[in-house]
C-alpha cells in the first residue's frame, strides 16, 4: 500500500497564523469629571497603603499582622487566630459590596479602585511625563536604538522600579514592623523571607503595571469573565447611543448633522485612543471594558468643541437607553429589588460584624490535656487530672486572672493564685484539678473552667474531660 504525501505549502499558497501577537496600546491623556475621579481615588488608595504601615497606635504599629507572634493589630483590636470568623465575614462583606456596586454601577471597582488599575495610572503617568504624550511614545518607539532612546527609557524603568520596590517593602511592612523593617534594610540584615518577598510583590508590580497592563484586564482577571452574571438591563454602564451617534462620519463644525443625514459622531477614535485596554466603545458593551469612563470625557469634549450636547458616551442602562428615560427616571431603577436584597443582607452583616467586635471578650482560653499524664494519685490521697490552659489577653494593659472550675463534687483548683498576662501576649498555664479519690465514679466526666478578669467582670467558660480510672 503506497502513500500519497500532501505538500502542506505550495507556491502561491498563503500562510495563515493562529495567533495574533499583543498589540501595545498606548492610550492618550484625557482630563475630565471621571478622569479626576480615577486620580482621586489613586491618591486615597495610595496614601492609605503607603501610610498606613507608619502610623502609630498606643505605642506600636496601627495596622500590622504579626504572623510569627500569630496576633493581628488593627487600630485598637488584637486579633488572635481564634479570631478568624471576624476576617471570613470581612470576605463576605467585601464579597456583597462588590455585588452590590456591579449591579448598580457595573466595575467601578475596576475602572477606579483595583491595584491594576491604580498602578498602571501610576506607571503610564511617568511614562508620559519622561517619554512624552501618546504620539510622542509611538514615535520614540517606531525609531531606531538611540542616546536619547536610550536614556529616556533606562530612566523610565529605573523609576518604574523604584516604585514597585517601594511597594513591595510597604506590603512586607504591614507584617513586619515597618520600622524594624527599615533598620533591617539599611543594615543588610533583612530575613530571608522578608527579602523574598519584598522583591517578588515588587516583581509583580513592575511586570503588571508597566508591561502586561490591559492584559491582566482581558485574560487573567476573573472578574471580567463573571461580571455579565451581576449585570441586568438597569445596570448602569458605559455606553455609546448609536440612535444619536449613527451614521458617523468627520465633518467641520457649523452645520447640523442631520441636515447632512448624519449623527453627531464624528468619527475621531478619541473615544478609542483614551481606552486603557484599547477596545472601541461604539461596538456595545465588551467584557474588556473596566467601566473607568475616560471615553465619556473625551467625547464630551469633542461634543463641546462641536457644540453638540454632551452625553453621546455616557453611563447608561440598556432599558434607559432604548426607552430614552432622564436622569429621575434611571435613579428611580436604581432601588429595585436586587439592589434592595444586597443592600439589606449587607447592612446586617455590617452590623452583626460590628456588634460582635463591641461585646466580644477581651481574652480568650484554650483547654488542652497533658497526655503525659492523663489521671493520677496526688498527696492526700487525692485524684488528680493536669491541662494546660493557654490565656490570650486581647487588650493593650497587663490583666489578672483567676482561675476556677466546677462539675464535680469536692473538686479543687491548684494554684489558686491569679494568673497575669501581659498587654496584648498570651501565657501557658498548667493546671492541676483534683477530686478525692473514689467520691467520683470511673469514666469520664465534663468539667468547665470559668477563667475570670479581675476587676473587669468578663469571664470566659471552657469545657473538658476529667478521666477516673477503673
Given amino acids: 500500500m503506497t502513500r500519497k504525501i500532501i505538500p502542506?505549502?505550495?507556491?502561491?499558497?498563503?500562510?495563515?497564523?493562529?495567533?495574533?501577537?499583543?498589540?501595545?496600546?498606548?492610550?492618550?491623556?484625557?482630563?475630565?469629571?471621571?478622569?479626576?475621579?480615577r486620580w482621586a481615588m489613586v491618591f486615597l488608595t495610595q496614601l492609605i497603603f503607603y501610610g498606613l504601615p507608619w502610623v502609630e497606635w498606643g505605642g506600636r504599629q496601627m495596622v500590622l499582622f504579626d504572623l510569627a507572634a500569630r496576633r493581628f493589630y488593627i487600630f485598637g483590636l488584637v486579633l488572635y487566630p481564634q479570631d478568624l470568623i471576624y476576617l471570613s465575614g470581612l470576605l463576605v462583606i467585601s464579597a456583597l459590596s462588590l455585588f452590590l456596586f456591579t449591579a448598580v454601577a457595573g466595575r467601578l471597582w475596576c475602572g477606579y479602585a483595583c491595584p491594576q488599575t491604580v498602578y498602571t495610572e501610576i506607571f503610564m503617568w511617568i511614562e508620559h511625563r519622561i517619554e512624552g504624550n501618546r504620539t510622542a511614545r509611538m514615535r520614540l518607539d517606531a525609531e531606531p536604538m538611540s542616546?536619547?532612546?536610550?536614556?529616556?527609557?533606562?530612566?523610565?524603568?529605573?523609576?518604574?522600579?523604584?516604585?514597585?520596590?517601594?511597594?513591595?517593602?510597604?506590603?512586607?511592612?504591614?507584617?513586619?514592623?515597618?520600622?524594624?523593617?527599615?533598620?533591617?534594610?539599611?543594615?543588610?540584615?533583612?530575613?530571608?523571607?522578608?527579602?523574598?518577598?519584598?522583591?517578588?510583590?515588587?516583581?509583580?508590580?513592575?511586570?503588571?503595571?508597566?508591561?502586561?497592563?490591559?492584559?491582566?484586564?482581558?485574560?487573567?482577571?476573573?472578574?471580567?469573565?463573571?461580571?455579565?452574571?451581576?449585570?441586568?438591563?438597569d445596570t448602569l454602564i458605559v455606553t455609546y447611543d448609536p440612535q444619536r451617534g449613527e451614521p458617523r462620519a468627520p465633518r467641520r463644525k457649523g452645520p447640523d448633522?442631520?441636515?447632512?443625514?448624519?449623527?453627531?459622531?464624528?468619527?475621531?477614535?478619541?473615544?478609542?485612543?483614551?481606552?486603557?485596554?484599547?477596545?472601541?466603545?461604539?461596538?456595545?458593551?465588551?467584557?474588556?471594558?473596566?467601566?473607568?469612563?475616560?471615553?465619556?470625557?473625551?467625547?464630551?469634549?469633542?461634543?463641546?468643541?462641536?457644540?453638540?450636547?454632551?452625553?453621546?458616551?455616557?453611563?447608561?442602562?440598556q432599558n434607559g437607553m432604548e426607552a430614552g428615560w432622564s436622569r429621575r427616571q434611571l435613579l428611580g431603577r436604581v432601588l429595585r429589588p436586587r439592589v434592595l436584597i444586597y443592600t439589606a443582607v449587607l447592612a446586617?452583616?455590617?452590623?452583626?460584624?460590628?456588634?460582635?467586635?463591641?461585646?466580644?471578650?477581651?481574652?480568650?482560653?484554650?483547654?488542652?490535656?497533658?497526655?503525659?499524664?492523663?489521671?493520677?494519685?496526688?498527696?492526700?490521697?487525692?485524684?488528680?487530672?493536669?491541662?494546660?490552659?493557654?490565656?490570650?489577653?486581647?487588650t493593650e494593659q497587663p490583666q489578672h486572672y483567676r482561675i476556677a472550675a466546677y462539675g464535680l463534687e469536692g473538686l479543687t483548683v491548684s494554684p489558686d493564685e491569679s494568673v497575669v498576662v501581659d498587654a496584648a501576649q498570651s501565657r501557658w498555664v498548667a493546671v492541676r484539678l483534683q477530686v478525692p479519690y473514689g467520691a467520683v465514679p470511673a469514666g469520664s466526666h465534663t468539667v468547665h473552667f470559668a477563667i475570670r478578669e479581675e476587676g473587669g467582670g468578663a469571664q470566659v467558660s471552657e469545657k473538658a474531660a476529667f478521666l477516673v480510672p477503673r
Avoid at 477581651?362 to 493536669?386: M, Q, W, Y
Wanted: contains cysteine.
Fill in 257 to 317: 448633522p442631520r441636515t447632512l443625514g448624519l449623527g453627531d459622531c464624528i468619527d475621531c477614535g478619541l473615544c478609542v485612543q483614551v481606552c486603557p485596554t484599547g477596545i472601541d466603545i461604539r461596538q456595545g458593551l465588551q467584557y474588556e471594558c473596566i467601566g473607568c469612563g475616560l471615553c465619556v470625557d473625551a467625547c464630551d469634549t469633542v461634543m463641546q468643541k462641536m457644540a453638540y450636547p454632551p452625553g453621546l458616551i455616557r453611563y447608561d442602562t
Fill in 348 to 394: 446586617l452583616l455590617v452590623v452583626g460584624l460590628l456588634t460582635s467586635l463591641v461585646v466580644r471578650t477581651p481574652f480568650k482560653v484554650d483547654v488542652v490535656r497533658d497526655r503525659a499524664s492523663l489521671a493520677r494519685i496526688a498527696e492526700g490521697g487525692r485524684l488528680e487530672n493536669v491541662y494546660r490552659l493557654q490565656i490570650m489577653n486581647a
Fill in 8 to 37: 502542506i505549502a505550495t507556491a502561491g499558497s498563503e500562510e495563515i497564523g493562529l495567533y495574533e501577537a499583543a498589540r501595545k496600546i498606548y492610550p492618550r491623556t484625557v482630563r475630565g469629571m471621571f478622569a479626576r475621579w
Fill in 147 to 233: 542616546l536619547e532612546k536610550l536614556v529616556k527609557k533606562w530612566f523610565k524603568h529605573i523609576v518604574w522600579i523604584g516604585i514597585a520596590m517601594w511597594t513591595g517593602f510597604t506590603f512586607v511592612g504591614y507584617f513586619t514592623p515597618v520600622r524594624e523593617l527599615g533598620m533591617a534594610f539599611l543594615q543588610t540584615q533583612m530575613g530571608s523571607w522578608e527579602v523574598f518577598w519584598v522583591f517578588f510583590y515588587g516583581f509583580a508590580t513592575y511586570g503588571n503595571a508597566g508591561f502586561m497592563r490591559e492584559q491582566v484586564c482581558k485574560y487573567m482577571c476573573p472578574y471580567a469573565r463573571f461580571q455579565s452574571a451581576m449585570f441586568d438591563r
